[in-house]
């Protein structure tokens, strides 16, 4: 006889078992290693707003929270962000780099999307697209029998996952959100995507989970060793050629209400967007949503 409570077990969903929190921390919580704590909950609002808060009360650097299930998911401009139970990693990071000019420190986001995207590659063997400032794109292959006459399956562009960094304590929040294993059906949006339909190899999270957590730590590494300097440390180099966005027509909706169109040509030494307008300048953005109206970017594998 089936528990009145099915629906709610942590394992009504045997595609999407719980996380093993032991496992976890001995293969990722090491002596001298980047991460000093993991936390795994059932639920939560925000992972980015709960540690925010255990941040402001002293938390140490190095800390890492996940759910399991995030209700109140935040990206960008406060948009919402949801998944089914278990069927993406919803996690925060908190990163001190208090030997780095602060002015630098806008570079974390980036920084995480070359680590989400190097990470996911090995693990998922799965090309993850970065489109600036903080989605990951993956390809999604056509329906064949969708196509329409003389349309080849290349597939299209969708949004798998988003960061967020915030400013917390004496550091800094880092939000990643990463739909794995989203069925066709339960996309939020259609311009949603996930690992699983992508035709990632592995959508074990636990496998992801340190792919991710061990490449960030690598690419941190490296950025703090330089200083911050994203030249030095290979990390503009590297944003750069993973960056969809750089090589196609985009327009960029800045704060104010502002619009500008232009072709996206580099990454400069800020992590600021240059775009070379129709009048021949070159305009940095800094800040914004970027919408892609045509051209094809390139993948960071």
Known sequence: MTPSDASHSRWSDLDRPPLNVPALRRGLLRPGGLWTSLDVVETTGSTNSDLAGRAAAGLAGGAVLVAEEQTAGRGRLDRAWTAPARSGLFLSVFLTPGDVPVHRWGWLPLLTGVAVA???????????????????????????????PGETPLGEERKTGGILAERAGDGVVVGIGLNVSLRADELPAPTAGSLALAGAVSTDRE???????????????????????????????????GCATLGRTVRAQLPGGRTLTGEAVAIDGDGRLILSTDDGLQEPVSAG??????GIGGGLT
């Open 207 to 241: 496998t992801l989970l340190r792919g991710v957590l061990r490449s960030l730590e690598h690419w941190y590494g490296q950025w703090r060793a330089a200083d911050g300097d994203a030249a030095a440390s290979g990390l503009q180099a590297a944003y750069a050629a």
């Open 118 to 148: 190097t990470g996911l590659a090995r693990a998922a063997g799965v090309d993850t697209f970065l489109k600036w400032p903080n989605d990951l794109l993956v390809t999604i292959p056509k329906d064949s029998d969708k196509l329409r």
């Open 289 to 294: 949503d970027i919408v892609h109206l045509r």
